[in-house]
């Protein structure tokens, strides 16, 4: 099976700019969360979408949204991008039932600079 | 709301020594506890899982992860450490319902030859 897929792998924007990034979770797989990882914070999670509906939502401000597609394919926007949004971004995917199936499947990541 | 400490930033150990990296947890019900690792410019890869039944979890590469319920702990554990386990380390905690994973802050493990 294919992994996690997500593009671009590296974007550089300017600051007050939108950003879409893309991820095409595991084949079966029907939750898609995100997660956004910096030095200083670590990872936190973003949102989660199971069947194109938000599942969980992170402590984010409004600037940051997300979708699902019927096919579990997942976007998430950045509007009015600023420098403390550089980060990587990660998708992960998973079955989506509790527990068991729980267990996370990690893209590469986007890496976004904002200049 | 659920939480995971990793109180260690940096753990640094020589290659063939056991190797410990820590993990305390905090969550409303029974937990659901995964490690990760990252190697650089990579995503996570899922190392091993606790979600019921021995304490003790063996996962991949050779790692374990001993569950301590009275401690809320959920040490990451190896018994002879090799040069290529360095990486960043995750613990993660969910607990029971629609709840989301939670990371730790990580552990950045230095394996010396």
């Known amino acids: 099976k294919a992994g996690v897929t997500q593009t671009p792998r590296y974007l550089i924007k300017t600051r007050g700019q939108q950003v879409t990034l893309s991820c095409s979770p595991i084949?079966?797989?029907?939750?898609v969360s995100w997660y956004q990882q910096t030095p200083g914070q670590g990872l936190q999670f973003l949102f989660e979408?199971?069947?194109?509906?938000?599942?969980n939502k992170g402590n984010f401000p409004g600037r940051f949204s997300g979708r699902q597609f019927s096919n579990s394919r997942s976007e998430m926007n950045v509007s009015t991008l600023e420098l403390g949004d550089s980060a990587l971004y990660l998708c992960?995917?998973?079955?989506?039932?509790?527990?068991?199936?729980?267990?996370?499947?990690f893209g590469p990541g986007t890496r976004l600079t904002v200049t | 709301a659920q939480s995971v400490a990793q109180p260690e930033d940096q753990v640094n150990v020589a290659e063939g020594n056991p190797l410990t990296v820590k993990c305390t947890y905090s969550?409303?019900?029974?937990?659901?506890l995964f490690w990760y690792v990252q190697y650089p410019n990579r995503g996570l890869q899922f190392l091993l899982k606790?979600?019921?039944?021995?304490?003790l979890v063996k996962g991949s590469y050779g790692f374990e992860a001993e569950f301590n319920k009275s401690q809320t702990s959920f040490h990451l554990k190896k018994p002879s450490a090799l040069v290529s386990d360095s990486a960043l380390y995750f613990c993660?905690?969910?607990?029971?319902?629609?709840?989301?994973?939670?990371f730790g802050k990580g552990t950045r493990l230095s394996v010396i030859a």
């Open positions: 084949s079966g797989h029907r939750s």
């Open positions: 979408y199971f069947s194109e509906t938000q599942r």
């Open positions: 969550v409303s019900g029974n937990p659901y």
């Open positions: 606790y979600i019921t039944g021995d304490n």
């Open positions: 993660a905690v969910k607990g029971s319902g629609n709840t989301p994973l939670v």
């Open positions: 992960a995917s998973s079955l989506g039932g509790t527990g068991f199936s729980y267990e996370q499947y």
